[in-house]
Each structure stands twice: as C-alpha cells, then as structure tokens.
C-alpha cells in the first residue's frame, strides 16, 4: 500500500478542514459569495450546501438506533446493575460542575477585561427570543409518552430512558430473552460498521461544511466584534486546554496529552457540525475504540452529555452577558452573575446539543436578569462560527466525564487509551468486506431460499 492511502482519516479530516477554512476565506474576502455570482448560487449554496447537509443528515441518521443498541447491550453487559446508578449519578455531578465551572471562568475573564463598555449599541439589533422549557417539563419529558414517537424525533433524554429500561427488563426475564440480547449486540456492531462508512467520506463533507460557513461569514463583522469574539475565543480555549485537562488529571490520573491528541477527530465533526447530537455516532466510536472506555458506560454517558453537556454554550451566555451588560450600561452584580450561572445550567439539562441552540438558552437567561432580549442581536452575525468552535468544547467535556467515569468504575481499557495507534481509522479499512464472509454470507442467504 502506498503512503498517500494509509494517512489515517483524522489526517484527512483534518485536511479537509484546513482547505475549507482556506477556501472559504477566498470566497469570502474576494467578493465571489455576492449574491446572484456562479460561485454564491451553485458553489457555496449548491455544491458545498447539499454535499455538507447530506452528511449532517448521515449523521444524523446514526443517532438514535445507535444510541437505542448500544445502551440496551450497555445494560445487559454491564455485570452489576448498581453501577448503572452511579454512573448517572456520577457523570450528571461532573456535567454540571464541569459546566458550572465554564461560566463561572467565563464571567471572571470577561469581567476583567470590561468586554462592551462604552460600545455603541448598533439600533439596528434585533432577536427575539424563543423559549426554552421549565424544568418541571424537562423532567416531565424524560419519561416518553410514546418511544417511536420519542426514537422520530430524536428525543434524548426519553430515548435514553426507554433503551435503559428495555435493557434492566431483558436482565429480569433471563435466559428467555438471551436472542433479543444477542440481537441487540449484533445490531449495535452492525451500527459501528455504519459509522465507519458515514465517516470515510468525512474529509470531503468537512470539507465542504467549513468552506461555506466560513465563505458566508461576515469578516468585517468579526473585526467590529472583535473583543467578544476574542474574549469567547480565549475562555473558551482555556476552558478546553486548562480547566477540563486538570479536572480529566485529577479524577482519572488519565494523560491530558492523549486525550488531545484523540479527541481531535470528535472535535472537527464537531465543528463542521455544530451539533453535539449529530456528532454523537463519532463521539461514541472515539472514546469506545480510542480511548479504551468501556460501552457499557459510553453507551450511557455520551448521548447524556451530548444533551444535558454543554460547557463551551455555557461559556458563550457568560462571556455574552457580561457584553451585553456593558453594552447597554446594565450593572448586574454579584447576585445577578449567580443567577445566570444557574440559569445557564439549567437550561443546558433541558436543551439539546443542536446548532444555535446557545441562542435561546441565552434569551432565556436574559429574561431572568432582565438584561434586553433584544441585544442578542448584537452577537447574531458571529454567532455561527462561535457555535461551531464552542460545540467542539461541548464534546471535548463529554469525552473528558465519560473517560473519567469509566476510569473510576474501572471500565476503562487502560492500554488502549494509552496506544496512540489503538482505534485509528483507514479509509480503506472503514470500507473492507471480506471477501469470504461475502461468499458464506450469499451462501446463507441462498441456502434460505432453496428451502
Ligand atoms: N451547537 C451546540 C451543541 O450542539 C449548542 C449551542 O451552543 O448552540 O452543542
């Protein structure tokens, strides 16, 4: 085999990524996205536009049967059933302190840096708010009325509950349902096997992803916003290189090192995304077959974080409401930043990871310190770019409490996460079928209908 053919896929991601960003800047700053141009109609928001949304979309269509085999085949492997209680309870801790902690450093830095003051508040802004839902909904809503209505929507959190529940009721019926069990095994593998195809045409898809958003963004906007997306830009770096690298050392003992350098791959769906949900099937694959942690913890930890995690969202309501604060001459307090700390948390349980999803959490947090809805509209321009870098933040903490979890619940294989090499993902192998399994399998099949 050639060089050129073994390059691991995140190599090709990644430089799929990099000519995106580069094309997109030359579509953007030479003028060719004006609207009506060849480039506009049927590069950016042709060719870019269907190829990056049928991806999301193969994306998205991974999540929930994956989501729904591996929990079921998580429960059912899991050998003591109490651990399934303390993985709830210990990751939902994690999320929320993790997520506590990304706001709480979010205000600090832009405090300190005094981001908006004596801005000139744009009259032409303007948002109006959604509504988030109450907590007593949330938690109503856990419990699903109807799970194919739930699996049709891609409900997490009911999907969650209903795979946890199925599986905890094939333990008790025993060795009647062992098929079904085994049923789900072979499906959730069969659902592994998909990812690695969806994910081989990943380069070109990332591709394709950044080069239009970044074709499409406002530049000059960037540059009038420049001390916001700065100071978001930084805490949300230091966030990710700092706070959950130091909390992933002191509870796990895991290297930090490692887990950079792996989670790169989960970091660009992310990115190219925008959508912690959407990057769940890769998420999933990473910290089972990368990191070494174990499914039955995985299974259960990834698309909970993936909804109710959302450190880098956290850090954009702070760094945004201390901007728009200033902005608009609003002094908030002390008591004013706890509330939106809490509120931020809060809304982040009841939100799901999808693109732009910050933005109503945000108006929700707004109403609730009485700060203007209307003043998103400040950020609205810049706030695709940052939606993608903060959902690869996103992510990165759902990894960090999965690995953590599963390392003090000793689900974790230790010398997988410490192979650099262990889980690396070929193109060429993503796509392999073996040629005698294809012939026993068309055997089989025809031994079938010869009866
Ligand atoms: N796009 C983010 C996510 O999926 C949520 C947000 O910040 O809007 O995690």
Known sequence: MSEAKKMSLTV??????????????????TGMNAPGTFINEYIVNGLFH?????????????VVPLVFFSLICGVTGIGDIRMLGRVGGKSFALYMMTTAIAIATAILIAVSFGIGEGMDIATNAAFTGKESPPLSQVLIDIIPKNPINSMANGDMLPIIFFSILLGISMLMVGK??????EGAEIANEIMMKMVNIIMSVAPYAVFALIAKAISILGIDLLQSLAGYVGVLVGALMFHL??????????????????????????QVFAFSTASSNATIPVTMRTVTERFGVNNSVASFTVPFGATINMDGTAIMQGVATVFIANAYGVELGVSGYLTVILMSVLASIGTAGVPGVGLIMLSMVFTQVGLPVEGIGLILGVDRLMDMIRTAVNVSGDATVSSIVAKS???????????????????????DIDEAVEAEMKAAVEGTHNK
């Open 12 to 29: 090709k991601v990644l430089l799929g990524m990099a000519l995106g960003i580069i094309v997109g800047l030359v579509i953007n700053l």
């Open 50 to 62: 269907v190829v990056g949304k049928m991806f999301v979309n193969a994306l998205k269509m991974l």
């Open 176 to 181: 009647k349902a062992k098929s079904f069990v």
């Open 241 to 266: 290189f700092i706070t959950l690298m130091i909390v992933l050392k002191v509870f796990s003992g895991l290297s930090p090192a490692m887990f950079l350098k792996k989670i790169r791959n989960v």
């Open 409 to 431: 619940e000793g689900k974790m294989d230790i010398s997988v996460y410490n192979d650099p090499d262990a889980g690396i993902l070929d193109t060429d192998e993503a796509l």
